[in-house]
């Protein structure tokens, strides 16, 4: 079975940088093949994995909304241009959700885009979701089934405030959701422990500022490549994925 794992915060919170080690760490784990989707429409997740940037998948809803009828049936049209849009890599797929709905109504379309992005999920051992600052592609219910929804925070008033929201409005749209999780990030020496009790998450993991990644983000380096050591962010999340999401049997 597939583990899906989701990564939602607020923006500028880090969490296209916290998806990316989650990548990694799966990697380094033996989890693989991996498939990674960008569901933020400021898709910058490819750049952090070394990849090209994938046509967005947004944009299937008006192209076949206006090419009603035809010689293949739509779910084949669709299923056939969600695989043409799939950015490939040695380690890491990615899949960029692109821009929101437009006015309209798009619900026949969104079903089967839903039906093909399951179909090629299936494939993979696991999926990593970089949503955008918000819930929007949790909110369509683009996943059907998240095993673990990592909420990325700061331990600011505001961090905190936004995690909090996160949090509620997965339980206010019944998410399908295995375990909720908090990710705090450049927690500069501020406990887990209280951001927990104040939120009632389990922390994950608490990840300390780490020159190493903007440098090696600058040098165009895949976040893939990062040799275990060099980063404690990085193998922060190598653990954490190790201990919590993957358990003992990994």
């Given at each position: 079975?597939?583990?899906r ?12 940088t ?36 994938p ?10 909304r ?76 683009s ?14 008033r ?20 295995g ?48 040799p ?23």
């Open positions: 079975m597939t583990l794992i989701a990564v939602a915060g607020k923006g500028g919170v880090g969490k296209t916290c998806s990316a080690l989650l990548l990694r760490a799966l990697a380094l784990s033996g989890v693989r093949p991996l498939l990674a989707v960008d569901a933020d429409p400021n898709a910058n997740l490819h750049q952090l994995l070394s990849l090209p940037l046509e967005g998948l947004g944009s299937l809803r008006e192209q076949q206006a090419a009603a009828g035809g010689a293949v049936p739509l779910t084949d049209r669709i299923a056939s241009e969600v695989e043409r849009r799939l950015s490939e890599g040695d380690t890491v797929d990615l899949i960029a959700m692109g821009r929101g709905e437009g006015p309209g109504c798009y619900c026949y379309v969104n079903n089967l885009l839903r039906e093909a992005l399951d179909r090629i999920e299936g494939g993979y051992r696991a999926v990593v979701v970089d949503n955008e600052a918000g819930m929007e592609h949790l909110s369509r219910r996943a059907r089934r998240i095993d673990h929804l990592v909420l990325v925070g700061d331990p600011s505001r961090g905190i405030e936004a995690v909090a929201a996160l949090r509620d409005l997965a339980a206010e749209l019944a998410l399908s959701i375990k909720t999780w908090l990710l705090l990030n450049r927690p500069y020496g501020v406990p887990g422990r209280a951001a927990t009790e104040t939120l009632g998450l389990p922390l994950l993991a608490a990840l300390p500022h780490d020159p190493r990644l903007p440098s090696w983000e600058n040098e165009g380096r895949s976040f893939l490549d990062l275990p050591g060099e980063s404690p962010a990085a193998d922060a999340v190598a653990d954490a994925l190790r201990t919590f999401l993957l358990g003992p049997a990994a």
